[in-house]
């Protein structure tokens, strides 16, 4: 994994809590924080993506379009790819 060094100043509250965690789990300050923030970066992503899917998928025309491909897919008597 490449990785670059950044200088950020931070509240020393905080640093002594950070220490203490990585202290207790054996990693350097570093891979802890950089592992706490690579979590709190998919998390970010997945809400944006779930925010972006509710959008879509809150549209009254989309959900209509979609009713409307079900109850077809339901009626056309083939059930091949609907065994769900």
Known sequence: ???Q???????SDLVVMI???SKQRKVS???FISTVLREKLIEERNRHLKDAYDSVFSDKAIIK???ET????EGSGNKVGQEW
Do not use: C, G, Y
């Open 19 to 21: 220490d203490a965690i």
């Open 65 to 67: 379009e979609q009713l």
């Open 70 to 73: 079900a109850k077809w897919l």
């Open 1 to 3: 994994m490449n990785t």
């Open 29 to 31: 300050r570093s891979r």
């Open 5 to 11: 060094k950044v200088a950020i100043t931070i509240p």
